[in-house]
């Protein structure tokens, strides 16, 4: 795909905790390894067939989904998610890495869902999680490329100030990046710390959760 020259770089705007439901805290996005496949398997199953036409372009069937999550490369490309209290992958961004040409990189940005989990900001949060490691891999040009009538992405490249292109349908959105730095480098450290101690409790919350309910039927029984 010939790709049109970027515009000038945007700061990414974080996302207002204000503007989040009360009662809700932001979003914490976590990179995800290979020991998430199973999870990332069930949240791509569980999107229904407008979602997967929105995620995918397509509609597509429960074994191409099996046979795309088997296929990551968590070596080459970044895969980020967002955990809800049961550890369900609530939201997943997939940031992959094109060929560079000369001294420009470009990675593709993807993201899901669920529609038990809109309204939170989660699509945001994974999309300035992906454009931070972006900037902190040497990546000149984040691209959004999805249906034309695919609100919420339209949303987050109109929020992000992306150049947009529209085609027969479909949109093509370009972010040219800044280089990285100090700040940007501690940025996504302290965010990655962030959502590791949050996956951590809800580890600990729902293994305690899961001996307490082994216990009641013998606290019935006596």
Do not use: W
């Not at 790709?3 to 976590?30: F, K, Q, T, W, Y």
């Not at 560079?100 to 990675?107: P, S, V």
């Not at 965010?191 to 305690?208: G, S």
């Amino acid at each position: 795909m010939n790709m049109m020259p970027p515009r000038a770089a945007e700061p990414i705007v974080p996302h207002d905790r204000a503007s989040l439901p009360a009662g809700r805290a932001p979003a914490l996005v976590r990179e995800l390894t290979a020991v998430d496949r199973e999870r990332l398997l069930a949240h791509f199953l569980a999107l229904d067939e407008d979602d997967r036409l929105l995620r995918f372009g397509q509609i597509v069937p429960d074994h191409v989904i099996e046979n795309y999550v088997r296929a990551i490369d968590f070596t080459r490309d970044t895969v980020f998610g967002v955990f809800n209290s049961k550890l369900e992958l609530t939201g997943v961004g997939h940031l992959a890495y094109l060929p560079a040409e000369g001294d420009k990189r470009t990675a593709e940005f993807g993201v899901s869902v669920l529609e038990s989990a809109r309204g939170q900001g989660i699509g945001s949060k994974l999309f300035e999680r992906a454009a931070i490691r972006s900037r902190n891999s040497h990546v000149t040009v984040l691209y959004i490329h999805c249906l034309a009538r695919n609100t919420t992405m339209m949303h987050i490249a109109k929020k992000a100030g992306m150049k947009i292109e529209y085609a027969y349908g479909e949109a093509d959105a370009y972010l040219t990046l800044l280089p990285a730095d100090q700040s940007s480098i501690i940025a996504e450290m302290l965010q990655e710390q962030a959502a590791v101690f949050d996956y951590a409790l809800k580890r600990q919350a729902r293994h305690a959760s899961r001996l307490f309910e082994s216990f009641l039927p013998t606290a019935a029984a006596a």
